[in-house]
């Protein structure tokens, strides 16, 4: 819905729900015990009616219902020069008007207000008439059968002109609408409109087959609490606030950090940017600036791993569902898949002039995974939960980007706010002839001294997925006292000989990982033209910003590579071992046998890499932060058990404090480049 009626919430939209109610709606979902009704893809208007003026009323925003409504003249002046869209909210418009006739002043009062104050959230959907070039209609993405003004269930609300408040609407006001439906259909089939009416569109959700779409669920939404220290009383607001505090990449002071989030989240009593800056050195203020400038990212950022849950899910749970509106639904999944078939061709075919729109599509390729996922023409399922108004969306988003870029212009279509996780082989069906899939390779930089069995868990779980082709480790040039690069490439060498055969490990041209990511997407040899970088991210870490130009930088050095994210949740160490290289190093030097061999994979021969590493005199002590190299991969440092980054505390949110059996870890504080 657009316009007044804004944006439906996802379960994770709303901050206030807790974890434990999420999992109690997916339940039910799952188990068909939610009453839901069908979303529409149609035009959204919010209709009343004056009974003074004898006019309906219509409003696309809140200064048409300041002004008390738009009437049929201005409505069409509104929209005039837009073809099948002027003429689909004009005929809706009067087809409202036409059947709000039927009704006797006190209907219309008690349906209305005195005076167009109560008004109600409808829909025009108008699949035009095919062969007729006058009636070309106004389809967005799925095409209904009839001419239809629909009145939601949900969404309406009394309107205070003087103070511009919402308020729910009176007691019995849509009940009078409900009641003399029969009677405005008759009276709008006396004149020549060709719309019907509509009023609830109720889907009746089947309980999900394959137990272990719920399973599956649940088990990742417990994950995402365990991983955040939070539990089934936590709010998305809880969570959001642990991500991003845990995530953020600085230095600063963590009461600073928290009232950065604060200011991001726009929560109550935040005390303003201003009030951040004020004292903060010239390095500490350029790594806020750095924070606020990713505002829009890191929020996104934060609230991904729910979202992909949620979306996962939704596609399951409104598989092959029939829609109110149609009588021949795989007729129009197939039309779905052709228009999207023939939007993809064509962006491919100017991918050239336009490698930005190649990317956008790509990403909501990624989200859609294959043709066969599309197969409903169901928009969204609607439902209240204690009140409040949610959504189950499926891959109807992705396919509305894919085809609104393709209709009104390269990367003039604005992208959905909703983030990606990327797959490979996207488009899989053969009558289509269509198959998108480039060699998609991921880059673990590190310094690995030594590798250790969080690392090598890690790899291996990346190397697996579905969208990765190849993993490259990077391994640092910098030599530790206790291991030298050459050292770290044999050790991960005899790691990977019992690892997945898709990963390889080399040493780095350059110390910094960033610098080795750039120049690797920037190099023809390493990555060609048509491949795609993919730099991994943890699911715990929101604040890593380091590589948000790498796209820019292989376009202006290696034009035709694409770079994008993957997540990948960290790999859970067996009796919560944290491993660290830092401790490895340690272990080497204090002579601790025992602790350097239960960070080694169990497949490799550990005792053989003690005995190489162990040959030397003693060494001195590192001069280096160690803290600093566990946050220096991509992953932000969440490998191998890694519940937070390094230096990170717990949010415990609502005060509510919790123990923890993990070891509390200190960051030593990293001297600054000069």
């Known amino acids: 819905m657009g316009g007044v009626a804004g944006h439906m919430d996802h379960l994770y939209d709303n901050r206030e729900l807790t974890f434990g109610e999420m999992k109690e709606i997916i339940r039910a979902a799952a188990n068909a015990e939610l009453s839901t009704e069908e979303k529409v893809d149609g035009q959204n208007l919010f209709l009343s009616y004056s009974v003074p003026e004898g ?3 219509g409003a696309r925003n809140k200064g048409n219902l300041k002004s008390g409504g738009l009437d049929a003249v201005g409505l069409a002046k509104k929209f005039a020069g837009r073809g099948g869209l002027e003429k689909a909210f004009v005929n809706g418009f009067d087809a409202f008007e036409k059947a709000v006739e039927s ?8 349906a209305f207000g005195p005076d167009a104050n109560i008004w109600y959230n409808a829909e025009i959907m108008d699949p035009g008439t095919a062969g007729d070039p006058d009636d070309p209609g106004s389809v967005n993405v799925i095409k209904y059968d009839d001419k239809t003004l629909k009145i939601h269930g949900v969404g309406h609300f009394a309107f205070d002109k003087d103070t511009g408040e919402k308020n729910p609407i009176p007691d019995g006001a849509l009940e009078v609408i409900d009641d003399a439906l029969e009677r405005m259909q008759r009276q709008l089939s006396k004149s020549e409109s060709k719309y019907k009416l509509a009023r609830k569109a109720i889907i009746n959700l089947q309980r999900l087959e394959d137990e272990e779409v719920l399973s599956r669920s649940i088990a990742a939404l417990n994950r995402q609490m365990a991983d955040n220290n939070l539990n089934d009383d936590s709010t998305m607001e809880d969570y959001m606030f642990t991500r991003l505090l845990n995530g953020m990449d600085t230095e600063l002071p963590e009461n600073i950090r928290r009232e950065i989030v604060r200011y991001l989240m726009k929560l109550p009593g935040n005390i303003g940017l201003r009030a951040i800056k004020k004292g903060l050195s010239k390095e500490d203020l350029a790594d806020l600036n750095n924070v606020i400038a ?12 729910l979202e992909n849950i949620v979306h996962d899910f939704a596609v399951e749970l409104l598989k092959g569902l029939d829609s109110v509106f149609i009588a021949d639904t795989s007729a129009e999944v197939m039309r779905l898949k052709e228009e999207l078939a023939n939007a993809v061709r064509e962006i491919t075919a100017r991918g050239a002039e336009d490698p930005a729109a190649m990317e956008v599509m790509q990403r909501h390729l990624n989200k859609i995974k294959d043709f066969s996922q599309i197969t409903t ?9 204690n009140g409040h108004t949610y959504k189950f969306s499926g891959n109807f988003a ?3 980007q894919i085809l609104g870029m393709f209709k009104y212009g390269m990367g003039t279509k604005p992208m959905t706010n909703e983030s990606i996780q990327p797959r490979k082989n996207i488009l899989t069906e053969d009558e289509d002839n269509i198959k998108v899939e480039n060699k998609r390779v991921a880059l673990f930089p590190g310094k690995f001294k030594p590798p250790h069995r969080g690392h090598f868990d890690y790899v291996n779980q990346i ?13 640092s040039p910098v030599d530790y006292p206790e291991v030298s690069n050459q050292q770290a490439l044999k050790i991960w060498e005899t790691y990977l000989q019992n690892g997945e055969p898709n990963i390889t490990a080399k040493i780095a041209d350059y110390r910094s990982p960033v610098q080795a990511v750039y120049e690797f997407v920037a190099d023809p040899e390493s990555a060609k033209e048509g491949d795609t ?3 991994v991210k943890s699911s715990k870490d929101v604040g890593d910003t380091r590589f948000n130009r790498a796209q820019q930088y292989a376009d202006k050095n290696n034009p035709g590579v694409t770079v994008d994210d993957i997540v990948e949740d960290p790999v859970q160490s067996e009796g919560g071992i944290i491993y660290s290289a830092r401790d490895m190093r340690k272990a080497i030097n204090d002579g601790d046998r025992e602790t350097f061999l239960s960070y080694v994979p169990p497949s490799a021969d550990a005792d053989a890499l003690w005995s190489t590493l162990t040959k030397k005199e003693e060494s001195l002590d590192s001069l280096i932060d160690d803290a600093i190299e566990e946050m220096s991969t991509v992953a932000g440092g969440a490998v191998g058990g890694y519940s937070l ?3 990170a505390k717990p949010v415990y949110p609502k005060g509510n404090k919790r123990k923890s059996n993990k070891p509390k870890v200190n960051r030593g504080k990293r001297q600054r480049r000069r």
């Open 294 to 305: 990713s505002k829009k990212s890191l929020l996104l950022q934060a609230i991904e791993p």
């Open 55 to 57: 006019k309906a009323k």
């Open 645 to 647: 980054p390094l230096g």
């Open 377 to 385: 023409p169901v928009e969204a399922v609607v439902f209240d939960y």
């Open 463 to 475: 190397a697996k997925r579905p969208d990765v082709d190849e993993v490259i480790i990077l391994i």
């Open 533 to 535: 970088v993919l730099l």
């Open 398 to 400: 992705p396919l509305n």
């Open 103 to 110: 009704l006797s002043d006190r209907e219309k009062i008690r």
